[in-house]
């Protein structure tokens, strides 16, 4: 069974960190990309960072040189390094992983989210 299971997520004031990790298990971690993305509320699921099977990362633009996307194949886990949150920031944040097929697509695997909320 196919688990992505975030955690880390919280309440923290304008400036603040937070450091949200997503465990996978029943895949083959090492061969998926894997990526953040967050739902504000009232808004669209947007892209946060995304890092590949070779350790490539791609952030939104919004968030480069404050968020950092890690993976550690040992553990099966990802993460996301928060600095100099913004309120901007408050939204569910999903873990994604993608393994990408023969023809092109992406076999894709949800978590159930983490709340974080950014407030003075």
């Known amino acids: 069974q196919v688990q992505l299971v975030e955690s880390g997520g919280g309440l923290v004031p304008p400036g603040g960190s937070l450091r949200l990790s997503c465990t996978t298990s029943g895949i083959l971690f090492s061969l998926y990309a894997m990526a953040w993305y967050r739902q504000p509320p009232g808004k669209e699921r947007e892209l946060v960072a995304a890092i590949n099977s070779g350790s490539i990362t791609v952030y939104a633009d919004s968030v480069k040189g404050r968020f950092a996307i890690t993976r550690d194949n040992a553990k099966n886990t990802i993460y996301l390094q928060m600095n100099s949150l913004q309120l901007a920031d408050t939204a569910v944040y999903y873990c994604?992983?993608?393994?990408?097929?023969?023809?092109?697509?992406?076999?894709?695997?949800w978590g159930r989210g983490t709340q974080v909320t950014v407030s003075p």
């Open positions: 994604n992983g993608c393994l990408e097929t023969s023809d092109g697509e992406c076999l894709n695997h």
